[in-house]
C-alpha cells in the first residue's frame, strides 16, 4: 500500500485548509487511516481516523469540532478538512493507513504500518 499526501500550505489563523491522501496498491485490504501530525520537537500526535468500512470517525481533542475526516471510496482518497485553523495546528501532517480494524488504535502511531511522506500546515 502507498499513501501520497497533498494539500497543505501556508494560512492565517482562522483559516481553513483540505488535506488528501490517495492510497494505491492493494487498497482493498485496508480497514482504517489515520491522520497525524508532528510539530518540531514534539511527538507525532494522532489527529483524526477513519475505519472504512463503517465510515465511523474519531478525531483527537484538539481538534474535535474543528476538523472532519472523510473518504471518496471511488478514487481512494480519504480527506482532512481543517476549518478555523490555529498557530498550535502547525506541523507535518502524515496519513497512515492499516490492514486491521483495531478498534483501540484509530489514534495510535505505533497500530499504522503503511505511511504516506508527509505535507507541511503551517499556520500564523
Known amino acids: 500500500v502507498q499513501l501520497v499526501e497533498s494539500g497543505g500550505g501556508s494560512v492565517q489563523a482562522g483559516g481553513s485548509l483540505r488535506l488528501s491522501c490517495v492510497r494505491s496498491g492493494d487498497t482493498h485490504s485496508v480497514k482504517r487511516m489515520g491522520w497525524f501530525r508532528q510539530a518540531p520537537g514534539k511527538e507525532r500526535e494522532g489527529v483524526a481516523g477513519?475505519?472504512?468500512?463503517?465510515?465511523?470517525?474519531y478525531y483527537g481533542d484538539s481538534v474535535k469540532g474543528r476538523f472532519t475526516v472523510s473518504q471518496d471510496n471511488s478514487d481512494n482518497t480519504v480527506y482532512l478538512q481543517m476549518n478555523s485553523l490555529k498557530p498550535e495546528d502547525s506541523g507535518v501532517y502524515y496519513c497512515a493507513a492499516d490492514r486491521y480494524v483495531d478498534l483501540a488504535g484509530i489514534l495510535l502511531e505505533r497500530t499504522y504500518v503503511y505511511w504516506g511522506q508527509g505535507t507541511q500546515v503551517t499556520v500564523s
Open positions: 477513519i475505519y472504512l468500512d463503517a465510515g465511523v470517525t
